[in-house]
């Protein structure tokens, strides 16, 4: 059994930064990747960035320069810095990793469960 959990989201002032933090817990063979989504009020969920095992990182080209993500690969967990926050980044955040349980398992992904992020005065 694989969880993800989120954490470090609340209520944010425009201009303010944000640490979220993602953990994934239970037995993991291998970590592929972790990466953040979020989804908004009425919108599909929405790619944030991901990082790669090897420390490889993306970020969505619109929110490059106040959105990094990073990674500690010994504790299995991610990192989402947002800085300069806007109220059009208030969603929901959601953690995922690409991982395989077993040397057999092949590769499956996972998802938390959200932590939300409002950024408003």
């Known amino acids: 059994q694989v969880q993800l959990v989120e954490s470090g989201g609340g209520l944010v002032q425009p201009g303010g930064s944000l640490r979220l933090s993602c953990v994934a817990r239970?037995?993991?063979?291998?970590?592929?990747?972790m990466g953040w989504y979020r989804q908004a009020p009425g919108k599909q969920r929405e790619w944030v960035a991901s990082?790669?095992?090897?420390?490889?990182?993306r970020v969505t080209e619109s929110l490059r320069g106040r959105f990094t993500i990073s990674t500690d690969n010994a504790k299995n967990t991610v990192a989402l810095q947002i800085d300069n926050l806007k109220p059009e980044d208030t969603a929901v955040y959601y953690c995922?990793?690409?991982?395989?349980?077993?040397?057999?398992?092949?590769?499956?992904?996972?998802w938390g469960q959200g932590t939300q992020v409002t950024v408003s005065s």
């Open positions: 995922n990793g690409g991982l395989a349980t077993t040397v057999v398992s092949g590769y499956q992904t996972y």
């Open positions: 239970g037995s993991i063979f291998k970590l592929y990747a």
């Open positions: 990082i790669s095992s090897d420390g490889g990182t």
